[in-house]
T-cell receptor
Framework: NAGVMQNPRHLVRRRGQEARLRCSPMKGHSHVYWYRQLPEEGLKFMVYLQKENIIDESGMPKERFSAEFPKEGPSILRIQQVVRGDSAAYFC????????????????FGAGTRLSVL | AQTVTQSQPEMSVQEAETVTLSCTYDTSESDYYLFWYKQPPSRQMILVIRQEAYKQQNATENRFSVNFQKAAKSFSLKISDSQLGDAAMYFCAYRSPYGGSQGNLIFGKGTKLSVKP
């Protein structure tokens, strides 16, 4: 059973370009979370999605950032017109829906995407 | 709002010895989940151990155990018989028991653990 897959592992963008980060959750998982990790910091929550729905985007900047989790395909975190301050590691985590066997309330993380803005 | 504090930015331990990493948190909820995650240089976040607040018994996973003091809001991680592969950043995290909008993890800033051969 493959874990949470994120790609690319490293993304380089120039200021003003767009960044698209992809996350494929674990098989059977319908909940996806995005976190951002700045250097020397812990992870900070950005957005929580279920299939085709944004449940909580309270941690995501209102401007330039958007996220989606379509019925088919990976979850996408999109950053428009990137600035140097967007340079960070972006992590995706997934968790299973209620009713699936196994330990509850655990989020399984991908290896992250390191975004570098030049 | 809940907060998680890790007061030790860096720790060091001799191989085969025991080390304890500290974590305190602040919450007004009576039920919640606490986690320790390990982040090696590969950056992959790996779940080490999990504790449910309603359980009085401290969680244990092989060489890893926790000391959960609910009244003191303390959740320390003990690593016994430390190995070179334990060297990593360790993050303490809190999660509300509720799903939906409160289900995200709240992380501390981390403790960097070095293991000396």
């Amino acid at each position: 059973n493959a874990g949470v897959m994120q790609n690319p592992r490293h993304l380089v963008r120039r200021r003003g370009q767009e960044a698209r980060l992809r996350c494929s959750p674990m098989k059977g998982h319908s909940h996806v979370y995005w976190y951002r990790q700045l250097p020397e910091e812990g992870l900070k929550f950005m957005v929580y999605l279920q299939k085709e729905n944004i449940i909580d985007e309270s941690g995501m900047p209102k401007e330039r950032f958007s996220a989606e989790f379509p019925k088919e395909g990976p979850s996408i975190l999109r950053i428009q017109q990137v600035v140097r301050g967007d340079s960070a590691a972006y992590f995706c985590a997934s968790s299973p829906p209620v009713g699936l066997p196994g330990p509850k309330n655990i989020q399984y993380f991908g290896a992250g995407t390191r975004l570098s803005v030049l | 709002a809940q907060t998680v504090t890790q007061s030790q930015p860096e720790m060091s331990v001799q191989e085969a010895e025991t080390v304890t990493l500290s974590c305190t948190y602040d919450t007004s909820e009576s039920d919640y989940y606490l986690f320790w995650y390990k982040q090696p240089p590969s950056r992959q976040m790996i779940l080490v151990i999990r504790q449910e607040a309603y359980k009085q018994q401290n969680a244990t996973e092989n060489r890893f155990s926790v000391n959960f003091q609910k009244a003191a809001k303390s959740f320390s991680l003990k690593i016994s018989d430390s190995q070179l592969g334990d060297a990593a950043m360790y993050f303490c995290a809190y999660r509300s028991p509720y799903g939906g909008s409160q289900g995200n993890l709240i992380f501390g800033k981390g403790t960097k653990l070095s293991v000396k051969p």
